[in-house]
């Protein structure tokens, strides 16, 4: 065992892994890889997935099972890997041969590529640093070869001639192969060296048996089509055969949980759940789920295990129509884009200029895990994603921080809205956004909508929010309808919106179009409460009422705030604001 030649820290990361509570076994990705052994034209596979997929865990498990110098047969004896995998018996009693014969029959090269890198001034330094590394383990392995009488400045030459000395292949296994470009903390000169320097270690290489290559960011087009061409890349938007492995299946997460007693597949599914194969398997992020488990909290892992800072970087990018984009995703929508993959070479294209570069972003997006991509569509994973969105929105410097705001308002706002405390219902909105808004601009039903939307944010714990729902003779704005453990005796709130009329016009509405049919037929049974909001557009202004009723609408109370009384005896309200509206000359439009 030594520091790039069988390296010991692997093996010590391997059996860590075995000794812990949560272990999954993984080892089933042997079995493909055993296949592709010695042939030329396969034995090249990179797979790069977001921080804390369980990366390294697969390339310590490598490491373990093909080191020559790693006694690691019982080990394996006791995992997937040696009963093999297939359904078709004689497919089956192949793999079984394969783990029997290339079980500890290689000498294996562990390179991890970000690892001290940035205390050497250059990247020959670096690479050099490695080389006298690989002559320590020469030693140890092989004191009287030749290959020391006449040690090499150049690493690759190195391992060719220890190759012709002993006939001995090599798996080479690399993690964080991205690492160097996306820091920039190597001149573009260097870089381009880098990749340069990885084709010559790697392509075409006769001392190799097989590489595996790792990383957070694909290789991508341009450089898979010329400089690292050897290689068949999976990612996060294009991987058919190894996504099982990179991240916990629903079937583990149940074990997971059946071992634990204390959280349910339920606590743990809305939290760590959302991303999707290319098949719309659904795959847990296994930093998270493990941390949940260990401590039995549900809770943001995510940002415990590196900085968010990068996400508001790229939510505050001014690309046309991202903000607009992440206010959906963040309301829990779905975007259609068709997108392909982010690459090291997209690491420049920032411009607006770029073509496709609003799609070049949400590739990024997924590639670093922030969003999912599944059947031309993207959407944020989970809860605990969510909130780094959230959090990311919270920059003084960023025109998105009043929706912040409003969602950290918004546990405020239900509680006074179930309360009927229609004052402090007007005294939120207008608060909420009232640097945004001044009197004088257009703010549109649509954009209004988007206002109550984000000051009811976290409403969505208790209630299933349905929007322009097709209710009784046609669309309401918003009804909060109770979650099923809550259906017996919650609210039901009903909300609908105005722009320069009254928010008793808007009540009027909901019993026009009778948005409360059925409820009781559906199972709730708690009282309805019909809200009217109103936004004056002149005085940059809410009017809020609100109406009671219990489940056969019978009426229980009215409560309406002081500026809908004063402007419900507003004579032609309407026919003013008509004519103040149309003497407005271009009214600024709120973009929100």
């Given at each position: 065992m030594g520091l790039v030649i069988d390296n010991i820290d692997m093996r010590e990361t391997f059996k860590g892994l075995l000794?812990?509570?949560?272990?999954?076994?993984?080892?089933?990705?042997?079995?493909?890889?055993?296949?592709?052994?010695?042939?030329?034209?396969?034995?090249?596979?990179?797979?790069?997935?977001?921080?804390?997929?369980?990366?390294?865990?697969?390339?310590?498990?490598?490491?373990?099972y093909y080191s020559k110098s790693i006694d690691s047969k019982e080990i394996f004896d006791k995992l997937k890997v040696s009963k093999g995998k297939s359904s078709d018996i004689i497919e089956k009693e192949n793999e079984i041969k394969q783990y029997k014969e290339y079980q500890g029959k290689y000498h294996t090269i562990y390179l991890d590529l970000s690892k001290n890198v940035f205390s050497f001034e250059t990247l020959d330094a670096f690479i050099s640093s490695i080389n006298n590394k690989l002559k320590i383990d020469i030693k140890k392995l092989y004191p009287n070869s030749e290959v020391l009488n006449e040690y090499d400045d150049d690493i690759v030459v190195n391992f060719q001639n220890l190759y012709l000395e002993t006939e001995k292949k090599f798996i080479l296994v690399i993690d964080e192969w991205d690492y160097i470009i996306t820091n920039k903390e190597f001149s573009d000169k260097e870089r381009n060296n880098y990749i340069n320097f990885l084709k010559y270690l790697i392509k075409d290489n006769s001392f190799l048996a097989f590489a595996y290559m790792t990383g957070i960011t694909p290789i991508a087009k341009k450089l898979s089509q010329s400089t690292l061409n050897c290689f068949r890349e999976y990612t996060m938007l294009n991987d058919k055969k190894y996504f099982e492995y990179f991240g916990f299946t629903e079937e583990e997460v149940n074990k997971l949980c059946s071992k634990n007693k204390k959280l349910t597949f339920k606590d743990l599914e809305s939290w760590y759940n959302g991303y999707k194969s290319y098949d719309g398997k659904k795959i847990f992020n296994t930093w998270s789920v493990i941390h949940a488990l260990n401590s039995n909290?549900?809770?943001?892992?995510?940002?415990?295990?590196?900085?968010?800072?990068?996400?508001?970087?790229?939510?505050?990018?001014?690309?046309?129509?991202?903000?607009?984009?992440?206010?959906?995703?963040?309301?829990?929508?779905?975007?259609?884009?068709?997108?392909?993959?982010?690459?090291?070479?997209?690491?420049?294209?920032?411009?607006?200029?770029?073509?496709?570069?609003?799609?070049?972003?949400?590739?990024?997006?997924?590639?670093?895990?922030?969003?999912?991509?599944?059947?031309?569509?993207?959407?944020?994973?989970?809860?605990?994603?969510?909130?780094e969105f959230i959090k990311a929105l919270n920059d003084k410097k960023s025109d998105m921080q009043y929706f912040y705001n409003m969602i950290k308002n918004s546990d405020e706002m239900l509680e006074v809205t179930l309360h009927k405390n229609v004052k402090r219902m007007c005294e939120i909105l207008d608060k909420s956004h009232m640097e945004k808004i001044s009197p004088g601009d257009r703010l549109d039903h649509g954009n209004l909508k988007r206002v109550i939307d984000y000051s009811y944010f976290n409403a969505r714990a208790k209630y299933d929010i349905k929007e322009e729902s097709p209710d009784g003779h046609g669309r309401a704005d918003v009804i909060f309808l109770p979650k099923e453990k809550n259906k017996v005796n919650e609210e039901i709130i009903i909300i609908e919106l105005k722009v320069n009329s009254t928010a008793k016009k808007a009540?009027?509405?909901?019993?026009?179009?009778?948005?409360?049919?059925?409820?009781?037929?559906?199972?709730?049974?708690?009282?309805?409460?019909?809200?009217?909001?109103?936004?004056?557009?002149?005085?940059?202004?809410?009017?809020?009422?609100?109406?009671?009723?219990?489940?056969?609408?019978?009426?229980?109370?009215?409560?309406?705030?002081?500026?809908?009384?004063?402007?419900?005896?507003?004579?032609?309200?309407?026919?003013?604001?008509?004519?103040?509206?149309?003497?407005?000359?271009?009214?600024?439009?709120?973009?929100?």
């Amino acid at each position: 065992m030594g520091l790039v030649i069988d390296n010991i820290d692997m093996r010590e990361t391997f059996k860590g892994l075995l000794e812990e509570k949560y272990f999954i076994d993984k080892s089933n990705i042997i079995n493909d890889f055993n296949k592709l052994i010695n042939r030329n034209s396969e034995k090249y596979v990179c797979i790069t997935k977001p921080r804390r997929f369980g990366k390294t865990s697969i390339a310590a498990m490598l490491v373990m099972y093909y080191s020559k110098s790693i006694d690691s047969k019982e080990i394996f004896d006791k995992l997937k890997v040696s009963k093999g995998k297939s359904s078709d018996i004689i497919e089956k009693e192949n793999e079984i041969k394969q783990y029997k014969e290339y079980q500890g029959k290689y000498h294996t090269i562990y390179l991890d590529l970000s690892k001290n890198v940035f205390s050497f001034e250059t990247l020959d330094a670096f690479i050099s640093s490695i080389n006298n590394k690989l002559k320590i383990d020469i030693k140890k392995l092989y004191p009287n070869s030749e290959v020391l009488n006449e040690y090499d400045d150049d690493i690759v030459v190195n391992f060719q001639n220890l190759y012709l000395e002993t006939e001995k292949k090599f798996i080479l296994v690399i993690d964080e192969w991205d690492y160097i470009i996306t820091n920039k903390e190597f001149s573009d000169k260097e870089r381009n060296n880098y990749i340069n320097f990885l084709k010559y270690l790697i392509k075409d290489n006769s001392f190799l048996a097989f590489a595996y290559m790792t990383g957070i960011t694909p290789i991508a087009k341009k450089l898979s089509q010329s400089t690292l061409n050897c290689f068949r890349e999976y990612t996060m938007l294009n991987d058919k055969k190894y996504f099982e492995y990179f991240g916990f299946t629903e079937e583990e997460v149940n074990k997971l949980c059946s071992k634990n007693k204390k959280l349910t597949f339920k606590d743990l599914e809305s939290w760590y759940n959302g991303y999707k194969s290319y098949d719309g398997k659904k795959i847990f992020n296994t930093w998270s789920v493990i941390h949940a488990l260990n401590s039995n909290i549900i809770e943001n892992y995510w940002s415990q295990s590196g900085s968010f800072n990068e996400l508001k970087r790229m939510i505050n990018y001014d690309i046309v129509g991202v903000k607009e984009d992440i206010l959906e995703l963040i309301n829990g929508n779905e975007i259609e884009i068709q997108l392909e993959n982010y690459g090291v070479e997209d690491i420049r294209k920032v411009s607006e200029e770029e073509e496709h570069v609003k799609e070049i972003f949400y590739s990024k997006m997924v590639t670093f895990g922030y969003l999912t991509y599944y059947d031309g569509k993207i959407s944020i994973p989970n809860e605990e994603l969510k909130e780094e969105f959230i959090k990311a929105l919270n920059d003084k410097k960023s025109d998105m921080q009043y929706f912040y705001n409003m969602i950290k308002n918004s546990d405020e706002m239900l509680e006074v809205t179930l309360h009927k405390n229609v004052k402090r219902m007007c005294e939120i909105l207008d608060k909420s956004h009232m640097e945004k808004i001044s009197p004088g601009d257009r703010l549109d039903h649509g954009n209004l909508k988007r206002v109550i939307d984000y000051s009811y944010f976290n409403a969505r714990a208790k209630y299933d929010i349905k929007e322009e729902s097709p209710d009784g003779h046609g669309r309401a704005d918003v009804i909060f309808l109770p979650k099923e453990k809550n259906k017996v005796n919650e609210e039901i709130i009903i909300i609908e919106l105005k722009v320069n009329s009254t928010a008793k016009k808007a009540i009027n509405q909901i019993h026009q179009k009778k948005y409360y049919n059925n409820l009781k037929e559906k199972g709730y049974n708690g009282n309805v409460l019909l809200i009217g909001i109103n936004y004056d557009q002149k005085e940059g202004k809410y009017s809020c009422m609100i109406e009671e009723y219990d489940i056969n609408m019978k009426k229980l109370s009215t409560s309406e705030s002081e500026a809908e009384r004063k402007r419900r005896n507003e004579p032609e309200s309407d026919g003013i604001y008509k004519r103040l509206r149309s003497s407005v000359v271009n009214p600024k439009k709120i973009n929100l």
